[in-house]
């Protein structure tokens, strides 16, 4: 299977609704989990990462929440708005002939309705 | 302002013709990575260095040749690039590999 799963693929919800996206790792010893969001034209920007000694982390609308038993991490964003609209990355390290480096998800479209 | 630069932003080519894609770092960062972005398929790395000279591949290094003689800079080569090399690429510098990730603004690229 992929080092890092994303779902869903894609996204829709009314403004003012919650988004839940999920990302399953398959290294236990991962220990760095970002999320990007990448706006059209442009390239990914971090807007929240936790590390594995903390089980959430929250930036005003934005949280993000790690169970290191089941391997899963899951962005939150409350309170949508139309300016929430982007294609969202996690990441988590794998290791391999390279201790580390971060290994993307396949990304998920969400689209805010007004 | 701190920030990753590319060039060219877009570029049409045919096969076989070599070509360089620029990326420049101002921030002093030591790992530097180029990425390819495919529909469906997210991002992909290509080639990342930990420091100057030193390179290693990524998932997808076929095809693709870097270099870093120096800290700020890592091109990305084509020596004889192919239709499925047509993509979105992304360069990326951190400071750390666990660290926030910096990307440039994307080099669109054709090959015909």
């Known amino acids: 299977g992929e080092n890092v799963e994303q779902h869903p693929s894609t996204l829709s919800v009314q403004e003012g609704d919650s988004a839940v996206i999920k990302c399953t790792y398959s290294?236990?010893?991962?220990?760095?989990f970002p999320w990007y969001k990448q706006e059209l034209g442009k390239g990914p920007q971090l807007i929240i990462d936790?590390?594995?000694?903390?089980g959430e982390k929250k930036d005003q609308r934005i949280a993000v929440t790690l169970n290191k038993t089941a391997k899963h991490f899951s962005l939150h964003i409350t309170e949508t708005q139309p300016e929430d609209s982007a294609v969202y990355f996690c990441?988590?390290?794998?290791?391999?002939?390279?201790?580390?480096?971060?290994?993307f998800g396949r990304g998920t479209q969400l689209t805010v309705w007004p | 302002e701190a920030q990753v630069t590319q060039n060219p932003r877009y570029l049409i080519t045919v096969t076989g013709k070599k070509l360089t894609v620029t990326c420049s770092q101002n921030?002093?960062?030591?790992?530097m990575s180029w990425y390819r972005q495919d529909p469906g398929l997210g991002l992909r790395q290509i080639y990342y260095?930990?420091?100057?000279?030193?390179?290693d591949k990524g998932d997808v290094p076929e095809g693709y040749k870097v270099s870093r003689k120096e800290k700020r800079n890592f091109p990305l080569i084509l020596e004889s690039p192919s239709p499925n090399q047509t993509s979105l690429y992304f360069c990326?510098?951190?400071?750390?590999?666990?660290?926030?990730?910096?990307f440039g603004p994307g080099t669109r690229l054709l090959v015909l």
């Open positions: 990326a510098s951190s400071r750390l590999q666990q660290e926030t990730q910096y």
């Open positions: 290294d236990s010893a991962s220990n760095y």
């Open positions: 936790i590390r594995s000694n903390v």
């Open positions: 990441a988590a390290p794998v290791r391999g002939s390279t201790l580390g480096r971060l290994y």
């Open positions: 921030m002093n960062h030591e790992y």
């Open positions: 260095s930990m420091n100057v000279e030193v390179t």
